[in-house]
């Protein structure tokens, strides 16, 4: 099946400091999602993407649907503590007949004050 | 405010005895979805309702059932829970498999197996 690789699997970052993730597959993919999930709820959507090429902003995030469909980058600008979680990427690959989310192992935040 | 309710939050059962979690959502979205997440892990896809139309995984055991007599409820039932059923289950919802806005989540049931 197809598989997301979402990296890094963790961060730890001092407050006010940019971050970076991103998913990668050898699939194409038609949407991209970034998700936050903070522990003990469920995730809540930060962007969605549906264009190759689409930049997005909700915020301080960024994200942007690669060119070649292949793969996904969410940024967060000024980190602060709230930021704490773990994010993951999903999306649906354009060769799934059912159209299931895809989703990648997702990257834990931590922020140091 | 639309939302997806979850109910338990957290459930507590003992092995092999029968448990039901539960899912509502006022989004009038036409299709719902039972996720299985084990800690730290991405959630795992056990099986979605498109309208009334079931569609189950095909790795998902067949100690876990569905139900949904409408189109705002949806009922996850494990009928033999096992010790390695513990987990948290989360409830999304979408418009269509494709959804403009994506899946949204419920804020999930934390099961737990003694």
């Not at chain 1, 930060?46 to 689409?54: D, Q, T, V």
């Not at chain 1, 773990?86 to 999306?91: E, L, P, R, S």
């Not at chain 1, 895809?102 to 935040?109: A, C, I, S, V």
Request: with cysteine; proline share 6%; hydrophobic share 35%.
């Amino acid at each position: 099946g197809q598989q997301l690789n979402q990296s890094p699997q963790s961060m730890f970052i001092q407050e006010g400091e940019d971050v970076s993730m991103n998913c990668t597959s050898s699939s194409i993919f038609n949407t991209w999602l970034w998700y936050k999930q903070d522990p003990g709820e469920g995730p809540v959507l930060l962007i969605a993407l549906y264009k190759a090429g689409e930049l997005t902003s909700n915020g301080r995030l960024t994200a942007q649907f690669g060119i070649t469909r292949k793969d996904s980058f969410l940024n967060i600008s000024a980190s602060i503590p709230s930021d704490v979680g773990i994010y993951f990427c999903a999306g649906h690959p354009s060769n799934n007949a059912g159209n299931m989310l895809t989703f990648g192992g997702g990257t834990r935040l931590m922020v140091k004050p | 405010d639309a939302m997806v309710i979850q109910n338990p939050r957290y459930q507590v059962t003992q092995f092999g005895k029968p448990v039901t979690l539960s899912c509502s959502q006022t989004l009038n979205h036409n299709v719902m979805y039972w996720y299985q997440q084990k800690s730290s892990q991405a959630p795992k896809l056990l099986f979605h309702y498109y309208d009334k139309d079931f569609n189950n995984e095909a790795d998902t055991p067949d100690n876990f059932q569905s139900r949904r007599p409408n189109t705002s409820f949806c009922f996850l039932d494990i009928r033999s829970p096992g010790l390695g059923d513990a987990a948290m289950y989360l409830c999304a919802t979408s418009r269509g498999l494709v959804g403009p806005r994506g899946q949204f989540f419920g804020p999930g049931t934390r099961l737990t197996v003694l």
